[in-house]
Every structure is written in structure tokens, then in C-alpha cells.
């Protein structure tokens, strides 16, 4: 080969995939001759960051295939990947899609130890530390979403509020949404949008205030929800209630310019370009700018906003055929490596590894914008994991979720629930 440069699994699953586990291999056997490689993913109609990293690897090394095995989307994904894991059916590489179940894939033992791909990997690639279990690595970032501030630049101007420069804090953004509000002076229009999960809210208040996850105290997480009750009470974002019973779609509200400004993941950059160029959204200019900050000290252009975003990795299934260990690692190598970075750029996707070529490609596809702001957004940023990997993440994940819907739905107010989830950690967690 050249190479160029789960709170749904649970402890049965973990006790069935143990026995399908089978451990490291030493020194595999060299292939003669072409290689196969399967790819488990997702979605591929809507998601096709899989074909495009098997093309690129396909291009690069025209004696290895990679096939992709289709599973369902969502939460079924994690199902149905670990039934076939546990029946011995799994493809050889797989997508790690929830951090939260990482560590149930590696105590289950279905996972190579890859530390050996990690240690070649740039330092800098997104979502790489956070892999490493009791010194051991078993998956590899490919990808590293980042949430971002999207903000419609013609709203701006309409209400006469002045475009976000970096430099905000989440009071600054408070503010302007209010602002926003008041100037635009549409009924259904609003100037921010908060979509209902639980990571708007404790994604950032984990990222931000340095708290631990497991530490047992969720105080730090009531200054982002009083500020959020206070945003919905006085109108400048759809309430929860409005957002849930409607079922409302970010996608809309900002892209149907029902929203001036949206936190969202940097995902939402190639889908927001694909429907402004398909009529499903509306044109018009906008912008993305570093995501508001708890204090001054991380913010403007002169410092590194933190930020959060799960990776999404690739690990190997440990019942591989030994023949295709080199192999598989060589591809996981090459997908999270600048390779994989450039081809996924090509198509909008943010690579865990960006560097300027990566940044050169996505601001050059037509539709996005140009202004120094959008590009230091894209560029600079520390992110932290929204689930630390640790084998207690998934539970308590699904407490505090089951505390966000009663804080933003205004049953329970914000102390009285986060004293009820610490509480439930300690009986049903430990």
C-alpha cells in the first residue's frame, strides 16, 4: 500500500460482545494480492462522508476496496451494529458515532487497540486525546464538529444591531438577540433560536466552566439555564414548549430567516449552503462568528475561544481477519490523516484535522462566506468533549437530559432539578 501523506447499549450488550471479543493479534499476515475492506455507516443517501473516504482511499491504494455496509440512523445505529457485533457479523472498520457508548465498545472487547495509528497522527487532530483508555486507544477522529454562532447579516441590518466581532460574551449575545428582536419587529421572527436538546444548554456550561461531568455538582450548569429562561420568557428565542410541540427544525428557522442567529454545530455550514442552492432555504448573506463566551477572557481574535463537539471516530472490529489488521489500520491512518481531511472538506464535512488546505477548501465552496470572522470562527477554537469518555457518561447524560426538559419546560425550576439529577446520581449511578 502507499499511503500519501451508549446509554442505548447497556450491560447485557457489553456482556455479550465480551464473548464475541477477541483481543489483539500479534504480527499479522501480510496480503498478497487485492484487498477487501468493509465499512459499517449510516444514511448513505444524506451522509456521504463515507463513500467519499472510501473513493479517496480507493484512489490512493487501487489494491484495497472499501465496501460499506448500511445500518439504520439515529439511536438504532448503536443497536444494530452491536447485535451484529455480538453475532459475529460486523463489518472490519466501524464508525464510533457515540462517544457516550465508546467505552461500552472497549469493555465489550469488539475494538482493536489502534494506539499505534494514534501515536503516527497529527498532535492537532480534533478529538484525538479524548480516545485514549488506560494508555490504550480504539478509535480514531475523522471528524470534529464544532458549534459555531450562524447570524444573518441582512436581520442585522434590518434592526440596526452591529454584527457580532468575536468578542462576545453569552450576556453580549443575550443582549443582541433582544436587540434583534425588538428592531426586526416581525411577530414570527426572533433573534436567536435555542433548538431543545440538552446540549444548547450543557454542552457549552460543561465546556466552559471546566466542571467535571462525574464530579456530582451540576451548579455550574444553572447561569446558562437561568439566562435561557430568561431569553424564552422575554421572546427573543422560541420557547421549548413552542420548539417541541411544533417540532420545530433549526434548519428552518435560520434558513427560512425565522431566526437572526443560531448555535450549531459545523455541520450545518455544507447544509446550509445545499439548501440555500436548492430553494429549501431562503438567500441571503450570513455569517459565523466564535460561539459566545462565559467571560472576556476567551474571547476576541487574539485568543482561542472553547467551544464544544463530540468527535466521530473509526475504530477496527477485533474479530477482523487477521490478513486485513495492516490494512484497516492504514485506512484509519488515512481517514483522520490530511488525506481524509482534504476529502472530506471537498464535500463541506469538518475533518478532525484542519489545517489551512482544509480551510482553503471549505472557504471556496460557492455559498460560503468570506469575511476574516467566518474563517477564524471555522479555524480557531478548543473544543471539549460534550460526553467524556468514562464509563458513568451515559447515565448521567440521560439524568441530566431527563433535568433538561424539566428546567426548559418551566415544570421545575432550575435548582430544584439539578438538585434532584445530583441526587439520582448518587443512587442510580454510584
Avoid at 457508548?101 to 495509528?117: A, C, K, M, R
Avoid at 482534504?342 to 482544509?358: N, Q, W
Wanted: charged share 20%.
Amino acid at each position: 500500500m502507499n499511503r500519501k501523506i451508549m446509554s442505548g447499549v447497556g450491560l447485557a450488550a457489553v456482556a455479550s460482545l465480551a464473548l464475541t471479543g477477541c483481543g489483539g493479534q500479534d504480527e499479522p499476515a501480510a496480503v498478497d494480492g487485492p484487498v477487501t475492506l468493509t465499512l459499517a455507516g449510516w444514511d448513505f443517501a444524506s451522509t456521504p462522508e463515507f463513500q467519499t473516504l472510501a473513493d479517496a482511499y480507493h484512489e490512493a491504494n487501487p489494491d484495497v476496496t472499501v465496501e460499506l455496509k448500511e445500518y439504520p440512523a439515529g439511536d438504532d445505529y448503536d443497536t444494530a451494529l452491536t447485535a451484529d457485533l455480538a453475532a459475529g457479523a460486523a463489518p472490519d472498520v466501524f464508525i464510533v458515532k457515540n462517544l457516550k457508548n465508546y467505552v461500552t465498545f472497549t469493555e465489550g472487547g469488539t475494538l482493536l487497540d489502534i494506539s499505534d495509528v494514534a501515536a503516527e497522527l497529527d498532535p492537532a487532530t480534533g478529538g484525538l486525546a479524548p480516545m485514549e483508555v488506560d494508555g490504550a486507544t480504539y478509535a480514531v477522529p475523522y471528524r470534529q464538529d464544532s458549534w459555531l454562532l450562524y447570524y444573518n447579516k441582512e436581520l442585522f441590518e434590518k434592526a440596526g444591531v452591529d454584527l457580532p466581532d468575536g468578542s462576545w460574551t453569552w450576556d453580549d449575545y443575550a443582549e443582541a438577540a433582544a436587540e434583534l428582536t425588538e428592531g426586526i419587529g416581525e411577530k414570527q421572527v426572533t433573534g436567536t433560536y435555542l433548538h431543545s436538546w440538552q446540549s444548547t444548554v450543557q454542552g457549552f456550561a460543561l465546556a466552559q466552566s471546566g466542571a467535571p461531568l462525574d464530579g456530582g455538582d451540576f451548579s455550574f450548569l444553572a447561569p446558562y439555564y437561568e439566562r435561557a429562561l430568561a431569553m424564552q420568557d422575554e421572546g427573543s428565542q422560541p420557547s421549548y414548549a413552542t420548539v417541541t410541540t411544533n417540532e420545530l427544525a433549526y434548519q428552518a428557522q435560520f434558513g427560512t430567516q425565522k431566526a437572526a442567529m443560531l448555535p450549531m454545530g459545523s455541520w450545518y455550514i455544507g447544509t446550509l449552503v445545499a439548501e440555500q442552492e436548492s430553494g429549501a432555504a431562503d438567500t441571503f448573506e450570513w455569517g459565523i462568528a466564535p460561539i459566545p463566551q462565559a467571560d472576556e477572557s476567551t474571547t476576541g481574535t487574539d485568543a482561542t475561544p472553547v467551544t464544544f463537539g463530540d468527535p466521530t471516530t473509526m475504530g477496527i472490529n477485533s474479530g477482523i481477519d487477521e490478513s486485513k489488521i495492516e490494512t484497516a489500520k492504514d485506512f484509519l491512518a488515512f481517514a483522520a490523516g490530511p488525506e481524509g481531511a482534504a476529502a472530506l472538506a471537498g464535500i463541506g464535512i469538518t475533518p478532525a484535522l484542519i489545517d489551512d488546505a482544509v480551510a482553503d477548501t471549505v472557504f471556496g465552496l460557492d455559498g460560503v462566506p468570506q469575511d476574516d470572522l467566518s474563517r477564524f470562527a471555522y479555524t480557531t477554537h478548543e473544543t471539549l468533549p460534550e460526553n467524556p469518555v468514562g464509563p458513568t457518561t451515559a447515565a448521567i447524560q440521560t439524568i441530566l437530559g431527563e433535568a433538561h426538559s424539566a428546567i426548559m419546560s418551566e415544570s421545575t425550576p432550575v435548582d430544584e432539578a439539578l438538585a434532584e439529577a445530583e441526587e439520582r446520581v448518587v443512587n442510580e449511578v454510584g
